[in-house]
């Protein structure tokens, strides 16, 4: 009997040289996909303290209600203001913003957007009180006040 020994010519060693090209072509799509900051915020925000704080869902039935004084007093002065995206409104200005933020969503979800009021914590409870009605107005019923959480002392 004769034994013959099979040959084979394999290597185990895996092939590396492609892995930086994948490496660099995930970097690359997560830096081109992922985003910063949506909004420049152009008031002061000091947001107040807060015991008992709950998180939301959904962030992307969100929208967001800047309310303070500008960063820069030059240029639009010292008394609070609304800002809303990167523009800042009047409070008669707000059923029109709620209503563009809903056509942004689908019909299912427009009833849920939440609008959230991220306001200093030094401005006057009135512009406050203002952005209120005019929410009621627009039917935007669910109102989040934004705040951080106080630290036991």
């Known amino acids: ?3 013959f020994k099979k040959s084979s010519s394999t290597s185990n060693d895996i092939p590396t040289a492609a892995l930086p090209d994948i490496i ?6 997560f830096m081109v996909t992922t985003v910063m900051r949506e909004t420049d915020i152009l008031v002061k925000q000091q947001l107040p303290r807060a015991t008992q704080l709950t998180k939301i869902e959904r962030k992307s039935l969100v929208s967001y209600i800047y ?3 500008p960063k820069n ?3 639009y002065g010292t008394e609070p203001r609304i800002q809303t995206n990167d ?3 009047e409070p008669t200005d707000i059923i029109q913003f709620v209503n563009q933020e809903k056509d942004k969503l ?3 979800e427009r009833d849920q957007i939440t609008m959230s009021l991220k306001g ?3 401005i006057k409870m009135g512009i406050v009180s203002d952005v209120q009605q005019q929410l009621r107005e627009a039917n935007a019923r669910k109102v989040l006040y934004s705040s951080i959480k106080r630290l036991d002392d």
Request: charged fraction near 20%; glycine fraction near 4%.
């Open 1 to 3: 009997m004769s034994k």
């Open 73 to 75: 007093p030059n240029l």
């Open 87 to 89: 523009v800042f409104i």
């Open 67 to 69: 309310i303070g004084e």
């Open 106 to 108: 689908s019909e299912v």
């Open 120 to 122: 200093d914590i030094e």
């Open 24 to 29: 660099f072509m995930l970097l690359f799509f």
